[in-house]
């Protein structure tokens, strides 16, 4: 018996085709894993069975819940369905609840809007709810607002209100994707056990395909809006067939040869480095307190070295990488750029052989900039920067290096796409010939195709231009393949620091190891069925 | 929360000692001498200074800054130099014409902006948008003295409903009162309400986007009810702002409409006191301006906090 039966699903806005004849089907029990790249319609077809598209949006081909055809149903008729029989967990926990109303109102609103009980009985169940998703009462009352959660926590209420009146089918948009590794590996515990203990139907919407093979039944691979591939987790792990998803699978899994890093040498010292931040005073009088975020940090970064940096939200690799950029002032320790003290005041040398590639390919560009602008910035640290034919040359030159065309100088940054505008990133981090380039997560809002691309043109500029590198990022994955040597970091504390393949092979330190255990793995696929 | 409200309270009594500096010595700034200005120019220099000493005014400044204030924190406000009346006395008769103008504004205002926001906000692009939305755009763009004379000529001249001008008095009754504040409020209350309905539209429509919206609706609330239980409270705090705003503008600027109106406000007060150097009525009632900003501004700060969670905890 299936629970949801989507068949020929077609979805367009306007002319634009969303969807194509998408057919698949959820069981009672089951976990269908609904997995591509972004723009392949895997949200949409999720959003298609919550009626909850965008009002120009046409839809056609049928959706049965049992027996019932949603896309008969009016709009009424689907508030009725919402939360009662189809709940929904989204991807962003921190901005998914509403931040005026307390936890318990919100968990409670599901039940009463639905008429499901009495607001006392509401009540309980809330709390009961509230229990069972891992938020026990003294510490989580009912009276707690969002803003005093953390984004697990938040997910946590999310998954109660989303099962708060046991629906047949949870749908989930990227639960785990805005989440830490350990944070993200309860969440999908979490989520399994209640797919068991409800015998509820889970359609999960993700890009991890190492989260796909560790959780899903079934698996439905999407690309354009159509339906590529689909199978059971095991038939469809060792015997897969689209070339599109041998693609998919051999990027997530993605290697790269670094060339071989010169004798140590140090580049960039950094010795007790420490940062506080004030926190608001307990009463008006009383003496200012400090968070420390970093806490007496101290590495070497040597020459021609490949140096990765680890940790969770909040460990305070983003604050070390800031006051290594001197955009922040230390209030401990010292560090150093080949010998010279980096400060918070402006200072050209270090600037142009220090530059940094940011997450966000698109908001860290000036959109009203052409591109051969936008690389040339960091020329202001210059005192001499090349102009005319130099120059155009020089641009030439870069945006070659980085896989980009020359007239391609002339564009804006809105005529690339997420992976061309990260290469536009590097070009600018490039042209000044720096001597270290810092990565402050610079492949993690990519697709895997486009992130295995940019991974092979880093380890191409490594051969290139002998590169010294710190990457710094949440995806140890990718940290794996692209670093000589990695620092672990808990809590504003290296806790390890080892070559990235002793860490890997055999972890030293409690934190390291849960670490690396929590993160989802793909299985070997060249060992044929395990 | 308290310990929120203790410093808000704290920046207000700061903000008010700076204010009173400021407005006591920029007015001292300002040129011509009450005295003579009081006696006219053929006065003898004599009974110029006599009077400058009846009056204080040859007292060292900080005397007369620390008299002013000490003055104003007992209830005395000092003597009219013109009108020789206890200042105190000619703000109290004032007030009880701006105040609740201001407030008869504003709520009508309020009644007025917030269904039209809404109403706009959930029927985005559609016509019922479009009209309020052209309706408000009117509302900012005519001024409200131009649009205080149609009222007059509509509702006075021609139907013959309301006094053109005046005020009742208190004494007559408060719906004699009120009747004749009536056609000013409306006048000072439609171009508010016209700014007002267009900044809770914005913000409602910004809440709209919200992802909790998104999750209110697929625990099957229909659109109109996130509207109301999860889109109204968030969108508050800029409604709040121009609220606190308006109010403060409405208290002390509505000195052209009560100019059409001939009503015996604060703004005409402070207009006659200014024309004739009447300083200490115009400090005197500048002061109170500026506390009843801060002190709404406060009120607001609160309402904040109320509104949003947030707040409470943060410092």
């Known amino acids: ?530 | 929360m308290l310990r929120y409200a203790l410093k808000r309270g704290l920046s207000l009594a700061i903000s008010l000692a700076v204010a009173s500096l400021v407005i006591f010595f920029v007015i001292e700034i300002a040129p011509g001498d009450p005295a003579s200005f009081m006696l006219g120019i053929n006065a003898e220099p004599d009974t110029v200074a006599a009077l400058r000493t009846e009056l204080g005014l040859d007292q060292s400044k900080l005397q007369r800054y620390l008299g002013w204030v000490g003055g104003m924190l007992s209830g005395d406000f000092g003597m009219s130099y013109t009108y020789r009346t206890p200042v105190a006395e000619m703000i109290a008769d004032r007030m009880w014409v701006s105040l609740p103008l201001a407030i008869y504004a504003l709520t009508l205002s309020t009644l007025i902006a917030f269904p039209a926001g809404i109403y706009a906000a959930a029927r985005r692009g559609k016509p019922g948008d479009m009209a309020v939305m052209g309706a408000t755009q009117l509302g900012v763009a005519v001024p409200n003295f131009w649009f205080a004379m149609i009222l007059v000529l509509i509702f006075a001249i021609n139907l013959r409903w309301f006094g053109a001008g005046g005020f009742a008095g208190w004494d007559k009754g408060f719906g004699a009162a009120m009747k004749s504040l009536t056609l000013p409020a409306i006048a000072l209350a439609l171009p508010q309400a016209a700014i007002l309905a267009r900044v809770m539209r914005s913000a409602l429509l910004d809440i709209l986007g919200e992802d909790f919206m998104r999750t209110a609706r697929a625990k099957g609330l229909t659109r109109r009810q996130a509207l109301w239980r999860h889109g109204l409270r968030n969108a508050m705090i800029p409604v709040l702002t121009i609220i606190g705003l308006q109010f403060s503008f409405l208290l002390a600027g509505a000195i052209i409409i009560e100019q059409v109106f001939f009503l015996p406000g604060l703004g005409r007060l402070v207009f006659q006191a200014i024309s004739a150097r009447d300083l200490i009525v115009v400090e005197s009632v500048v002061m109170l301006l500026v506390f009843a900003v801060i002190s709404v501004n406060f009120l607001v700060d609160l309402a904040y906090a109320l509104v949003d969670p947030r707040l409470r905890s943060r410092t």
């Open chain 1, 1 to 530: 018996m299936t629970l949801l039966n989507i068949s020929n699903l077609s979805l367009r806005i306007g002319t634009f085709k969303i969807l194509k004849d998408v057919s698949f089907s959820v069981a009672p029990g089951e976990i269908v894993a609904v997995t591509g790249e972004s723009g392949s319609g895997k949200s949409m077809t999720a959003f298609s069975v919550m009626g909850l598209l965008p009002d120009t949006a046409e839809a056609s081909g049928a959706l049965y819940l049992e027996d019932q055809n949603l896309l008969d149903f009016s709009e009424a008729q689907m508030c009725g369905m919402r939360g009662k029989n189809i709940g929904m967990v989204f991807q962003e926990p921190m901005t998914a609840l509403n931040p005026v109303k307390t936890i318990g109102d919100q968990v409670m609103e599901t039940i009463l809007i639905h008429k499901a009980m009495s607001p006392e009985q509401a009540r309980d169940r809330a709390r009961a709810l509230l229990d069972r998703v891992g938020l026990p009462e003294d510490r989580f009352p009912l009276g707690r607002f969002p803003h005093e959660l953390s984004g697990g926590q938040r997910q946590r209420v999310v998954i109660a209100m989303a099962i708060a009146l046991r629906p047949k089918l949870l749908i989930a948009d990227e639960p785990t994707t805005a989440l830490d590794v350990t944070t993200q590996a309860q969440i999908l515990d979490l989520l399994r056990d209640l797919v068991r203990e409800f015998d509820m139907g889970l359609m999960i919407i993700t890009h991890d395909l190492a989260v796909v093979a560790d959780l899903a039944d079934r698996i439905v691979v999407m690309r354009h809006g159509e339906l590529v591939e689909t199978g059971t987790t095991q038939e469809l792990l060792h015997n897969m067939q689209h070339p599109y998803t041998k693609m998919l699978f051999a990027a997530s899994n993605h290697q790269v040869t670094l060339p071989q890093a010169p004798a140590p040498q140090p580049l960039l010292e950094v010795s007790g480095a420490i940062r506080d931040y004030p926190l608001p005073r307990d009463g008006l009088f009383a003496k200012p307190k400090h968070f420390r975020a970093v806490k007496e940090v101290s590495f070497t970064l040597y020459r021609g070295e490949r140096l990765g940096l680890v940790g969770e939200s909040g460990c305070g690799k983003s604050t070390l990488t800031r006051a290594i950029l001197g955009l922040e002032p230390l209030q401990g320790g010292d560090i150093r750029l080949d010998g010279m003290p980096i400060t918070t005041e402006q200072n050209p040398e270090i600037r142009r052989r220090m530059q940094v590639v940011f997450q966000d390919p698109f908001g860290s560009f000036n959109p009203r900039h052409r591109v051969d602008r936008l690389i040339t910035e960091p020329f202001h640290t210059l005192t001499d920067p090349p102009k005319g034919m130099a120059r155009s040359d020089l641009i030439t030159e870069t945006l070659r290096a980085v896989g980009l065309k020359s007239d391609d100088a002339q564009k804006y940054i809105h005529q690339f796409s997420g992976g061309q505008r990260q290469r536009i990133a590097i070009a600018r981090a490039l042209i000044t010939r720096p001597e270290l380039i810092l990565f402050d997560e610079a492949v993690s809002a990519l697709d895997v195709s486009v992130r295995a691309q940019i991974l092979d043109l880093l380890a191409e500029l490594c051969e290139a231009y002998g590169l010294s590198y710190l990457f710094i990022s949440h995806d140890l994955s990718v940290v794996r393949t692209i670093t000589d040597r990695c620092l672990v970091m808990q809590k504003g504390e290296i806790v390890e620091a080892a070559p990235t393949e002793e860490i890997f092979a055999a972890p030293q330190h409690p934190y390291t190891r849960a670490l690396i255990a929590a993160a989802p793995q793909l299985p070997d696929l060249n060992q044929g069925a395990a």
